[in-house]
């Protein structure tokens, strides 16, 4: 895949980051924003909650450990604001429990610790890309 291509695909679409790790935060908003593209990030999933009750985001993505609420249950409260919104869980706890659990919890696709900008950005482009054809997990075909 192009990145650039890719890049040009979510220029539109706005995106919301949950991590506590300012490092990813602020290198991921540097990949997205240098290329044009619309994201906002937040430490907490309070904070997440408290702007997807005022805003909708086309992609929401989250770690899955975080401060207060983690990720499973930010994606729950998510589902009620942004029910149509396409979910990412980062996560370096890959447990079939934590997979079940969060495709329960409206969890499109996972990116496995450690990741690159590169790597998120495929899965980002991938799921916007074939969200017509492909039903969103747990939905049936």
């Given amino acids: 895949m192009n990145s650039s291509n890719a890049f040009d ?3 539109s679409l706005r995106i919301l980051l949950v991590d506590d790790d300012e490092l990813i935060r602020d290198s991921l908003s540097l990949a ?3 290329r044009g593209c ?3 990030a937040h430490e ?3 904070e997440a909650l408290e702007t997807l009750r005022a805003e909708h985001f086309d992609i929401i993505i989250s770690d899955f450990k975080l401060p207060g609420i983690d990720g499973l ?3 729950k409260s ?9 979910n990412i869980l980062i996560t370096a706890y890959r447990e079939k429990r934590i997979v079940s659990e969060a495709f329960r ?3 499109h696709d996972f990116i496995e610790k450690p990741f690159s900008p590169r790597k998120l950005i495929s899965a980002v482009h991938y799921l916007t890309t074939n969200r017509h054809v492909k039903p969103a997990l747990g939905e049936s075909a």
């Fill in 9 to 11: 695909t979510l220029k």
């Fill in 105 to 107: 919890s409206g969890v």
């Fill in 38 to 40: 619309h994201l906002m």
């Fill in 32 to 34: 997205f924003k240098s």
């Fill in 44 to 46: 907490s999933a309070e």
């Fill in 78 to 86: 998510a589902m009620i604001s942004s029910p149509d919104s396409i």
């Fill in 73 to 75: 249950k930010f994606f």
